[in-house]
């Protein structure tokens, strides 16, 4: 079992920075994808950002690309979601995500089902 503990969450101004912190117990499996997923209230979770075992891949939702950056440091067992340019839409509980197809019919990493283990979340609130 892998433990997720994200942290890094608050309240910021529209147009601030926050940088998010995903820790996991032990070392993941080097198959093992990371990412980012988001739920505000009363809509579905949504991926944010994924990034690959070996950092060469990554993936972002239109939403956030230019403004966010996923990272991760298998050495420190660590993900990290840098967050600029934060607009009050992107107010929501973040998750993060590690694993490796853990359902047959996800479609890959930006998928949900994809992942076997999940952080307890970490709320971001961006205030107009």
């Known amino acids: 079992q892998v433990q997720l503990v994200e942290s890094g969450g608050g309240l910021v101004q529209a147009g601030g920075s926050l940088r998010l912190s995903c820790v996991a117990s032990?070392?993941?499996?080097?198959?093992?994808?990371m990412a980012w997923f988001r739920q505000a209230p009363g809509k579905e979770r949504d991926i944010v950002a994924a990034?690959?075992?070996?950092?060469?891949?990554?993936y972002y939702a239109d939403s956030v690309k230019g403004r966010f950056t996923i990272s991760r440091d298998n050495a420190k067992n660590t993900v990290w979601l840098q967050m600029n340019s934060l607009k009050p839409e992107d107010t929501a509980v973040y998750y993060c995500?590690?694993?490796?197809?853990?359902?047959?019919?996800?479609?890959?990493?930006?998928?949900?089902?994809?992942?076997?283990?999940w952080g307890q979340g970490t709320q971001v609130t961006v205030s107009s």
């Open positions: 995500a590690a694993g490796f197809s853990r359902d047959p019919s996800a479609a890959g990493p930006t998928d949900d089902r994809w992942y076997n283990y």
């Open positions: 032990k070392r993941t499996n080097s198959n093992y994808a």
């Open positions: 990034i690959s075992w070996s950092g060469g891949w990554t």
